[in-house]
């Protein structure tokens, strides 16, 4: 009965992501017939209180709102449920040509949705030549360069499309996420579903040096001949992610969950696709005050990569600690060097700190390393509970190695599935995305080539939308298609609606689950429903000189 009640109250927190769109979506403007001859002083309070709100909203960009959060776990309900549209497409997900037929529906009717827009002269390029879309979105295509062209990157046979990855180095591993997205491309490829065109997948390996993603930006726009571009990492995205949208290039489905992604007014260009590490951030401390009541408040560690990835998670906490002294007394960061090939020192010193909870704030192989020195440290044994970020998910990589020390940790894993997890792996489009990986002859026991077919999924659905659209394939459509994209994932849990629309909601994945690691049977084993958040996470105006969303 306490996990029980445990799990509804989890529920009611996360109910609140659907309230925070609307609370901070609305005006405050509502007496418009106030007096014109209010005092000055007056006219300076409300100033003054409303820079306050504003500040307050600042906080929460990003992330969710903790008053939302606070509302939801006391029961209050001040908003209305977002209302579900029903659609006609079958959903027979128990075989893959049943979920393929699903998503052939579902992308008919986003095509005839904005199709009908687009002819009716209410979205696509106007004639002030500002692209129009859905929820506020507005393009002004008038500050493009001057050379610039929708249809560059497009021959009649190749869609070009550039990325720069870590290949080489520490987080050498995320590479296999560009191995599984070109194993799907080629499946695609064969479908001829493109206008004839085939993906043209350029690569370029930036071993997770921002200085060389810049080189290699630059090198992909001027040489290239792209018609979108994707990066890898917090850091070397916020390097280029400026330039990427002066030169107005699609930008789409960013990997990194950093919270900068989802600024659809300043960079209308770049979007998300994985939960915002700072809503990550806030259901820990959410985990820590539903499942340790008797112990609050606790004293939390946190392992932080010294980057701006790191940096993401351990701002997002620390502003959940600062909001919540109740559940948390005291929180050390311990940041390290995304290099170090130790982290012993680290560990020692968050050991020393003897804290009830330790979390993993980094990413790559340094993952792994935490699991083990934690545990050869004698910390894990006095734990209240470990956390692994969702980052490091993938079970091949990063649990299975650490063999039983990674037993119990817990996860928000931002709803990803993992093609290697002993029970996952059965399900049909888990089993197709292997055998795609086995044909190319790949490993299909490398969890992130299996994430990598994920990922690449969600961009040839948006590209399959845009072809079809009127004019055909270019960069404004394939920008319709995306900020007008609402899909059933095969490679997200059920339950989450992913969905990108305007300028209202800039993050394409806003739920969650919360699961505990099983290292005997090696899968990951969800405590509770997937919460979805759809909506539920304010856009974030991201500030590299105070650090923060704003």
Not at 19 to 33: P, R, W
Not at 57 to 67: F, K, M, N, V, Y
Not at 334 to 361: C, G, K, Q, Y
Not at 481 to 489: D, G
């Amino acid at each position: 009965m306490e996990i029980r009640r445990n799990l509804l109250r989890l529920l009611a927190v996360l109910f609140a992501f659907a309230l925070v769109a609307a609370a901070c979506g609305s005006s405050d403007d509502d007496d418009d017939s106030s007096s014109s001859a209010s005092s000055s002083s007056e006219s300076a309070d409300e100033a003054e209180a409303e820079e306050a709100e504003e500040a307050e909203e600042e906080d929460t960009g990003g992330t969710l709102s903790q008053d939302a959060i606070e509302k939801a776990v006391s029961g209050e309900d001040d908003g209305e449920a977002e209302e579900e549209v029903a659609s006609d497409c079958p959903s027979d997900r128990s075989n893959v040509e049943g979920i393929f037929a699903e998503a052939d529906c579902n992308r008919d009717a986003i095509i005839a949705a904005i199709t009908a827009k687009m002819e009716a002269g209410e979205w696509g390029v106007n004639s002030d030549n500002h692209l129009i879309g859905p929820s506020g979105m507005d393009v002004d295509l008038n500050v493009c360069p001057s050379d610039w062209d929708d249809h560059a990157g497009l021959t009649d046979d190749q869609l070009r499309f550039g990325q720069t990855t870590v290949q080489s180095g520490n987080l050498a591993a995320y590479g296999n996420l560009s191995l599984g997205m070109q194993i799907w491309f080629d499946y695609i490829d064969s479908l001829d579903v493109l206008s004839g065109r085939d993906i043209e997948f350029i690569i370029k390996d930036d071993g997770y040096v921002a200085a060389q993603t810049i080189e290699y930006v630059d090198e992909l726009i001027e040489s290239a001949n792209i018609h979108l571009i994707q990066g890898l990492g917090s850091p070397n995205g916020l390097a280029v992610y400026d330039k990427i949208n002066e030169e107005c290039i699609p930008h789409p489905f960013y990997l990194s969950g950093h919270p900068a992604w989802g600024d659809p007014e300043l960079h209308p260009w770049t979007t998300s696709y994985q939960m915002s590490y700072s809503t990550e951030a806030v259901l820990w401390g959410t985990w820590i005050k539903v499942n340790l009541a008797d112990e609050l408040p606790v004293k939390v560690a946190g392992l932080v990569m010294d980057n701006d990835f790191g940096l993401a998670y351990e701002m997002g906490f620390e502003a959940y600690v600062e909001n919540n002294p109740d559940v948390v007394a005291e929180y050390l960061p311990v940041r390290h060097d995304p290099a170090a090939p130790t982290l012993t020192n680290e560990v020692t010193t968050i050991a020393a700190f003897d804290p009830d909870v330790f979390i993993s704030m980094t990413a790559g192989n340094p993952c792994l390393l935490a699991i083990q020195e934690v545990e050869a440290s004698g910390l894990y044994e006095r734990l209240s509970a470990a956390f692994t970020p969702s980052v490091c998910k993938g079970i091949a990589a990063y649990m299975a190695p650490a063999g039983m020390a990674a037993n119990d940790y817990w996860i928000v894993g931002g709803g990803a599935k993992d093609t290697t997890d002993s029970v996952k792996m059965k399900e049909p489009f888990i089993a197709f995305a292997r055998d795609l990986i086995s044909d190319a002859g790949e490993d299909p026991g490398i969890s992130l080539t299996g994430e990598g077919v994920f990922r690449g999924y969600a961009f040839t659905e948006a590209f399959r939308i845009a072809d079809a659209l009127p004019g055909g394939m270019s960069r404004t459509n394939l920008m319709l298609a995306l900020r007008n994209f609402k899909i059933y994932h095969p490679g997200l849990l059920d339950g989450l609606v992913t969905e990108l629309k305007g300028n209202s909601d800039a993050y394409f994945v806003e739920g969650s689950e919360y699961s505990k690691f099983d290292a005997e049977n090696q899968t990951w084993v969800m405590v509770g429903d997937v919460v979805d958040a759809n909506g539920g996470t304010p856009n974030c105006r991201w500030d590299k000189a105070n650090g923060g969303c704003r």
